[in-house]
């Protein structure tokens, strides 16, 4: 009795671990619309800051809101500065459980304006779009 105890709590923390993941509170950074679909930047903080930065990036159909399989999907940031060569820092991604679902990592030595562009290549077609996004 005592081991079936023990199983079934081991058992029930696994269902609360996995359930405090999927829920876990995003805040968005930024959406960008583009024709075919919404591109959802997000994190825990909302934000991006200086330093290492662990980012969800999420791909929705711009119709039905339905996920969209993005395939291949790169991000690269830049950072324009007077009289210095721009400041590059691309993101490694990795796709998630869920559909249209990647998760980021990137890292900023300084704060300030970034121009992102995002490409994706998958079977919904292939695309990119730039926005803008302050690292604070
Ligand atoms: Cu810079």
Redesign the pocket.
């Known amino acids: 009795m005592m081991r079936l105890m023990a199983t079934l709590t081991v058992a029930a923390l696994f269902v609360v671990a996995a359930a405090h993941v999927a829920a876990a509170e995003l805040k968005p950074i930024h959406t960008q619309k583009t024709k075919d679909v919404v591109v959802a930047l997000a994190s825990e903080s909302g934000q991006w800051k200086q330093g290492k930065n662990e980012f969800v990036l999420e791909f929705t159909s711009a119709k039905d809101k339905q996920p969209v399989d993005a395939g291949k999907v790169t991000l690269n940031t830049s ?1 324009t ?1 007077s009289g ?1 060569a ?2 590059i820092a691309g993101a490694t991604l990795s796709p998630d459980k869920s559909p249209g679902r990647y998760t980021g990592t990137i890292t ?5 304006a970034r121009q992102v562009t995002v490409t994706w290549d998958g079977p919904a077609g292939k695309g990119s779009t730039k926005f803008s996004v302050s690292v604070r």
Do not use: A, N
């Open positions: 950072m500065m210095m721009p400041m900023f030595p300084d704060s300030g």
